[in-house]
């Protein structure tokens, strides 16, 4: 997803969200100090305005047309961004302290924490971090595993396709094994950038950069631990009966010589490279004989052959029936929808805002499948939260949180329900109620098996970063959370020069990853808010609010406030509550509870 200014390698990576609006103006502010830091913000903006225009289109060039020269051309651009934000927090820095009104310093710390790692105040210290971010983000892009001979090097897409389609425990381990042997070099190195990163941030005032990623939660650092602890004890039970079924389903599918019925999972045998997504191995998981809904939306595409275009259309008129406007021409001029045929393109989806608020687009290489059909409800809605924040000052271009941003086009995939399908035509009538506890079952091996790695991740760095892990304790520790979070467990012994954590691109790629986690949990919070406001009766999980102009306006309201209000404030617009709530979570998936515990009845639970 490009936003006003979007991320770029490792140490210059942006930081998305609202941060902690200090109290009321106090009575002694310094007038000249509150001109001077208005006069310093503003001229900022206008400049990031100029330059976000500049490295945006460079992205573009550099996804869209792949060669060595629209590479470098994207770097340089990434760089001159970076260096710019760099000399703007310098100059701001001379505010801290100072007192002044409560809009002036969010805007100060918000440009503060446009990098997630602020490079250090010496200046060969910080080339050494920018040196070590690259250097870390391009190993693991070039990250191959070659057995048995330097002739047979397969990289992630291939390693990964193994852990999804194999069932082979020999061709998993191998897999997962040698994509793992990517993070040993990187280890030493990362230490380093750690500590430079800590450098910087302790420039700006903060702890740590761990902490300094936690101000952006308009809380301060410690109490958004304690809401993510609280959020995560909310969700745990579910999860707890999730794993124990999949334990069950593994056992009876590979033995209890390598699944133990009472304890962890193996990674490498949930379907992904990191058993953060279980949807793979729904296969082994859904009893034999047993089916869901029966719609298959993929088959339905296919049969009625629906253009990737016509998949664009039906998108853009579940906004519009929310009362959103219509997408500009633009869009349709300038998106890319197929993989072209003539060059390679980075075909990840994702969501753009160029060089002005009508040139919004996507990037995707449509497949008419259900999963793409998913993705472009999801990536439009990125695209409708920048438009309805682009009047905000260019600080305030943002989700009200980190998480925001992903749980807008979240929650409107969830509205893709069997009512929905039939209210569109792709559905002659929606299907009984018979099958809905295997499609939340489906659903739950995506949504629910990947909270415990959404909060590990950074619970990890938070410790790596106040210094509470050394080097040689690193991958140990990336475990120990794991486990005790996840009940999963790496296959084979790991030792101290193993470097675990290095194999999932949001370490060495030095990106927040905490956003995820609340993602998960403020999709179905919006969701439920806005069933509710289109006046939906019935099970959560069965509710569309398709055409609902009450639910559009509610939404709307939200998402113009972008980063300007804290997200309580913002969340409350849509919600009503102040709060991030897991119940609307549970909620929707209390069928899929009451069965699990059914189901497991008697049989081991927790590990």
Same mark, same amino acid.
């Given at each position: 997803m490009t936003l006003r200014v979007p991320a770029a390698a490792a140490s210059v990576a942006i930081v998305l969200g609202a941060v902690r609006a200090a109290g009321a103006q106090g009575a002694a502010a310094d007038t000249s100090s509150v001109a001077a830091a208005r006069r310093l913000l503003d001229a900022a903006e206008r400049e990031l305005t100029i330059r976000s225009v500049k490295v945006n289109r460079a992205g573009w060039i550099g996804e869209n047309f792949i060669t060595h020269d629209t590479e470098v051309l994207a770097a340089d651009a990434q760089a001159e961004v970076a260096l710019a934000i760099k000399r703007l927090v310098d100059e701001a820095r001379r505010f801290d302290g100072a007192a002044l009104p409560a809009d002036v310093r969010r805007r100060l710390l918000l440009l503060k924490l446009q990098l997630a790692a602020p490079a250090p105040p010496d200046s060969v210290d910080a080339a050494e971090m920018s040196r070590l971010g690259a250097g870390l983000d391009a190993d693991y892009g070039r990250g191959r595993y070659c057995n048995p001979a330097p002739t047979s090097c397969r990289n992630l897409d291939d390693l990964a396709r193994v852990l999804a389609e194999s069932r082979n425990p020999d061709s998993l381990l191998d897999a997962w094994r040698g994509w793992h042997t990517i993070g040993v070099p990187?280890?030493?190195?990362?230490?380093?950038?750690?500590?430079?990163? *800590?450098?910087?941030?302790?420039?700006?005032?903060?702890?740590?950069?761990?902490?300094?990623?936690?101000?952006?939660?308009?809380?301060?650092?410690?109490?958004?631990?304690?809401?993510?602890?609280?959020?995560?004890?909310?969700?745990?039970?579910?999860?707890?009966?999730?794993?124990?079924?999949?334990?069950?389903?593994?056992?009876?599918?590979?033995? #209890?010589?390598?699944?133990? =019925?009472?304890?962890?999972?193996?990674?490498?045998?949930?379907?992904?490279?990191?058993?953060?997504?279980?949807?793979?191995?729904? !296969?082994?998981?859904?009893? =034999?004989?047993?089916?869901?809904?029966?719609?298959?939306?993929?088959?339905?595409?296919?049969?009625?052959?629906?253009?990737?275009?016509?998949?664009?259309?039906t998108g853009e008129r579940f906004y519009v029936s929310l009362g959103f406007d219509s997408l500009p021409?633009?869009?349709?001029?300038?998106?890319?929808?197929?993989? #072209?045929?003539?060059?390679?393109?980075?075909?990840?989806?994702?969501?753009?805002?160029?060089? !002005?608020?009508?040139?919004?687009?996507?990037?995707?290489?449509?497949?008419? *499948?259900?999963?793409?059909?998913?993705?472009?409800?999801?990536?439009?809605?990125?695209?409708?939260?920048?438009?309805?924040?682009?009047?905000? =000052?260019?600080?305030?271009?943002?989700?009200? *949180?980190?998480?925001?941003?992903?749980?807008?086009?979240?929650a409107i995939a969830l509205s893709i329900t069997p009512r929905y399908l039939k209210e569109i035509g792709l559905l002659d009538a929606e299907p009984p109620a018979t099958g809905d506890t295997l499609d939340l079952l489906r659903l739950a091996l995506d949504h629910v098996a990947f909270l415990p790695f959404g909060i590990t991740i950074d619970k990890w760095r938070w410790e790596v970063f106040a210094g509470k892990v050394t080097p040689d304790q690193y991958t140990k520790r990336w475990w120990e959370l794991r486990g005790s979070y996840g009940g999963v467990m790496p296959p084979i012994p790991r030792s101290a020069t193993d470097f675990d954590p290095g194999a999932k691109y949001h370490v060495p790629g030095n990106v927040p990853y905490m956003r995820y986690f609340l993602a998960q949990i403020l999709e179905f919070q919006f969701y439920r808010a806005m069933c509710r406001a289109a006046g939906s009766t019935g099970p959560l999980y069965r509710c569309s609010y398709y055409g609902s102009k009450e639910a559009g306006r509610r939404l709307n309201a939200m998402l113009q406030l972008g980063a300007s209000r804290p997200w309580p404030e913002a969340l409350a617009t849509l919600t009503g509550q102040r709060q991030m709530d897991a119940t609307a979570l549970l909620d929707y998936f209390q069928p899929l509870m009451v069965w699990l515990e059914r189901q497991n009845k008697g049989a081991p639970v927790e590990w």
């Open positions: 990187m280890r030493d190195r990362y230490a380093r950038f750690v500590a430079l990163a *800590n450098e910087g941030a302790r420039a700006m005032g903060f702890a740590d950069a761990g902490a300094m990623w936690r101000a952006g939660y308009d809380m301060p650092p410690d109490s958004f631990v304690v809401v993510v602890d609280k959020l995560w004890q909310e969700v745990r039970p579910l999860y707890v009966q999730l794993h124990a079924f999949v334990r069950r389903r593994l056992v009876a599918r590979y033995g #209890p010589k390598l699944v133990p =019925p009472g304890g962890m999972l193996s990674v490498q045998l949930l379907g992904d490279m990191w058993g953060q997504d279980w949807s793979n191995i729904a !296969d082994v998981v859904i009893p =034999p004989g047993a089916s869901g809904s029966g719609v298959d939306l993929t088959a339905i595409l296919k049969a009625r052959k629906v253009a990737p275009l016509d998949m664009v259309r021409a633009t869009f349709w001029e300038r998106s890319l929808f197929v993989r #072209p045929k003539d060059r390679d393109v980075v075909c990840h989806a994702s969501a753009w805002y160029i060089d !002005d608020p009508t040139d919004l687009r996507i990037k995707m290489c449509i497949e008419p *499948n259900a999963d793409e059909f998913r993705t472009i409800h999801h990536e439009l809605g990125h695209d409708y939260y920048f438009r309805a924040y682009k009047d905000q =000052p260019f600080l305030y271009q943002a989700g009200a *949180n980190d998480g925001f941003h992903e749980a807008i086009g979240d």
